[in-house]
């Protein structure tokens, strides 16, 4: 079943707004990965994290593995139109062999312009 | 460019007919990975090969099949005991040298059923 929790599940903002959006699990995790997917495309690496408490920043996307290893949150700043589409987490769980990740269900991102 | 190649892009099944996805990857990646997506849900594995001959279930195989006897290519078939095939499929792809490496994604397959 379902282990990660996505929220929000979509949000429409209006351009140049900032984003924020959040990945949780009740297990542990030692790698979070945020991907982006457009209509019809396949989904996108935009940053991994490896370590509890990271800050990694691509652009104007920042995302954070949290403290507790169960949680990582993606923020994007000052948005555009071209930021549209979905955003999953991905996570690889403690105690699990290989590159197998769980995927969350997404938060549909819309923007206004 | 390296990448991943799905084909075809659309695809239509009839009932009771076995389909096959191609995937082939030029990214000297060990391991291989099939999702299904449905609408408004996130992705469930299929199947993923680890190395070439060698492949596992992922949460939902039933009614699929695949083989891994080329390190770039890693087709997967929907047979007829898939009753509900219709989703988009993405393969993916990651270097498999350590726990948790990303996985990188093609444009994904459509199928549907007439």
């Known amino acids: 079943g379902q282990q990660l929790n996505q929220s929000p599940q979509s949000m429409f903002i209006q351009e140049g707004e900032d984003v924020s959006m959040n990945c949780t699990s009740s297990s542990i995790f030692n790698t979070w990965l945020w991907y982006k997917q457009d209509p019809g495309e396949g989904p996108v690496l935009l940053i991994a994290?490896?370590?509890?408490?990271e800050l990694t920043s691509n652009g104007r996307l920042t995302a954070q593995f949290g403290i507790t290893r169960k949680d990582s949150f993606l923020n994007i700043s000052a948005s555009i139109p071209s930021d549209v589409g979905i955003y999953f987490c991905?996570?690889?769980?403690?105690?699990?062999?290989?590159?197998?990740?769980?995927f969350g269900p997404g938060t549909s991102l819309s923007v206004i312009p | 460019d390296g990448g991943i190649t799905q084909s075809p892009k659309y695809l239509f099944r009839k009932e009771g007919q076995n389909v096959t996805l191609s995937c082939e990857q030029n990214l000297n990646h060990d391991a291989m990975y099939w999702y299904r997506q449905d609408p408004g849900q996130g992705l469930r594995l299929i199947y993923y090969s680890q190395i070439v001959n060698d492949f596992q279930k992922g949460d939902i195989a039933e009614g699929y099949s695949v083989s891994r006897e080329k390190k770039e290519s890693f087709p997967l078939t929907v047979t007829s005991a898939q009753k509900n095939p219709t989703a988009f499929y993405l393969c993916a792809s990651s270097n498999g040298q350590g726990i948790g490496q990303p996985q990188h994604f093609g444009d994904g397959t459509r199928l549907s059923i007439l």
């Open positions: 991905a996570g690889h769980r403690a105690g699990t062999s290989y590159d197998k990740v769980i």
């Open positions: 994290l490896y370590k509890a408490g």
